[in-house]
């Protein structure tokens, strides 16, 4: 079974600081892992994604991740905050199947 | 590329009603989902399809929640009758062949009075 932990239902950074949101997966099996970021009365977008290679992804938006196996970790950082990234963000672990299974969220608040 | 189409985005109704949720898919995408956001449960998988075909309909909460895909290019999630538990946001999602990325729809607001 696999399960996604997202540390932080609520987390606030200023503006210009380093964003953190946490991340922990369980699987049985190579684990793909994924950030969805949601924007206020909006959809789900991807922001990166992990399947195989190099475990430092880069996404949009300035957004980066890195895959650590030995902590069961992908956690989701962006050196410099801005205003526009106030959102909810999602982790999610798939099994290479179709099944996704989201975390909990974590909603950003950008102080000026 | 139009993205993922949901119609409507906000619907309100009283308890007891039909609700009928549609979507639209990305052309070429040969998997569509169905998903329900609460803030007690947060985002849950109700069904799938692939190729028009439901392949894993386990989330779909009771016998009240009925999904079909009668093309590639539409699906249906109905409700029938509705309760006030069912509020919630409601998603389409769909996704390439070969390909691991689900792409979302905007959402329906689902309130039942």
């Known amino acids: 079974a696999q399960s996604v932990t997202q540390l932080g239902s609520h987390v606030s950074v200023s503006e210009g600081a380093l964003v953190l949101l946490r991340c922990n997966y369980s699987?049985?099996?190579?684990?793909?892992l994924f950030w969805y970021v949601q924007y206020p009365n909006q959809g789900l977008q991807l922001l990166l994604k992990?399947?195989?290679?190099?475990?430092l992804v880069k996404g949009i938006n300035g957004f980066e991740a890195e895959f650590k196996k030995s902590e069961t970790s992908f956690h989701l950082t962006k050196p410099s905050a801005h205003m526009s990234d106030a959102a909810e963000y999602f982790c999610a672990v798939s099994d290479a199947t179709y099944k996704y299974i989201f975390g909990t969220g974590t909603r950003l608040k950008v102080l000026a | 590329d139009a993205g993922v189409i949901q119609s409507p985005r906000h619907e309100v109704t009283e308890m007891g009603q039909e609700v009928t949720l549609r979507c639209k898919p990305i052309s070429g995408h040969n998997s569509l989902f169905w998903y329900r956001q609460t803030m007690m449960r947060g985002l849950e998988l109700l069904i799938y399809f692939n190729n028009n075909v439901p392949i894993d309909d386990s989330g779909m909460p009771e016998d009240r929640f009925s999904a079909k895909m009668p093309n590639a290019s539409f699906s249906t999630l109905k409700i029938q009758p509705s309760e006030p538990r069912d509020s919630a946001v409601y998603f389409c999602?769909?996704?390439?062949?070969?390909?691991?990325?689900?792409?979302f729809g905007p959402g329906t607001r689902l309130t039942v009075l």
């Open positions: 699987s049985s099996v190579p684990p793909y």
């Open positions: 992990y399947t195989t290679g190099a475990t």
């Open positions: 999602a769909s996704r390439p062949a070969g390909t691991d990325t689900q792409y």
